[in-house]
């Protein structure tokens, strides 16, 4: 079973930085994508950034210029997000999601996308 766990949420003030970073496990698809969602309390789970297996990368457009996510699958190294001048509506529980995929089907910030899912990691961002 695929494992995915989270870490370095914290609290931060705006304009601050954090880097998020997903330990995977078991993870032995040959295609697959992995994204960080996020859900504020009361609202929705929205996708953040996705990376595909074969190194292509999207953000969502309400961090881009400010998020970037990033993963060497030949090193095994995790997925990390690193996230700059933080703002107040960037305070969440951040998730890391991973989801088969087939040969050129596009990965998509959908939660139906991702069968395997992190605990989740709190992300604070005080004015």
């Known amino acids: 079973q695929v494992l995915l766990q989270e870490s370095g949420g914290g609290s931060v003030q705006s304009g601050g930085s954090l880097r998020l970073s997903c330990a995977d496990s078991y993870l032995t698809y040959s295609y697959y994508c992995m994204a960080w969602f996020r859900q504020a309390p009361g609202k929705e789970r929205e996708g953040v950034a996705l990376?595909?297996?074969?190194?292509?990368?999207?953000v969502a457009d309400s961090v881009k210029g400010r998020f970037i996510i990033s993963r060497n699958s030949n090193l095994g190294t995790p997925l990390d997000l690193e996230m700059n001048n933080l703002q107040p509506e960037d305070t969440a529980m951040y998730y890391c999601a991973a989801g088969r995929r087939s040969v050129g089907q596009e990965c998509l910030l959908s939660t139906g996308q991702y069968t395997h899912w992190g605990q989740g990691t709190q992300v604070t961002v005080s004015s």
């Open positions: 990376w595909r297996s074969d190194g292509g990368t999207r």
